[in-house]
């Protein structure tokens, strides 16, 4: 029903700005909470920050507030994360995902993308 594709990862460096899109396809995805998550190697997929259908509610983790943002285009059905000021221990992939409700896209979303790698050097 839903269909995700990541884009816009590679290699940055520590302090650099980097945005990610994630383009969703569907008759019904614009009515989805969205949300991005990450998974470094050897570690636990971690929620990161979700926004609701209307984009009028955001949330984000704490260790990102303040320099990521996630914003919505739903005239163009694509999701984005605005990183910036860049650490190393961003590293990771990232995954878009989608649900019905902006709870639900933090706690069990239904659509996954297939991530896409954010390398950051120092």
């Known amino acids: 029903q839903v269909q995700l594709v990541e884009s816009g990862g590679g290699l940055v460096q520590a302090g650099g700005s980097r945005r990610l899109s994630c383009a969703a396809s569907?008759?019904?995805?614009?009515?989805?909470?969205m949300g991005w998550f990450r998974q470094a190697p050897g570690k636990e997929r971690e929620f990161v920050a979700a926004?609701?259908?209307?984009?009028?509610?955001?949330y984000y983790i704490d260790s990102v507030k303040g320099r990521f943002t996630i914003s919505r285009d739903n005239a163009k059905n694509t999701v984005y994360l605005q990183m910036n000021s860049l650490k190393p221990e961003d590293t990771a992939v990232y995954y878009c995902?989608?649900?019905?409700?902006?709870?639900?896209?933090?706690?069990?979303?239904?659509?996954w993308g297939q991530g896409t790698q954010v390398t950051v050097s120092s």
């Open positions: 569907g008759r019904t995805v614009s009515t989805y909470a």
């Open positions: 995902a989608a649900a019905p409700s902006i709870v639900k896209v933090q706690t069990n979303p239904l659509y």
């Open positions: 926004i609701s259908w209307s984009g009028g509610t955001t």
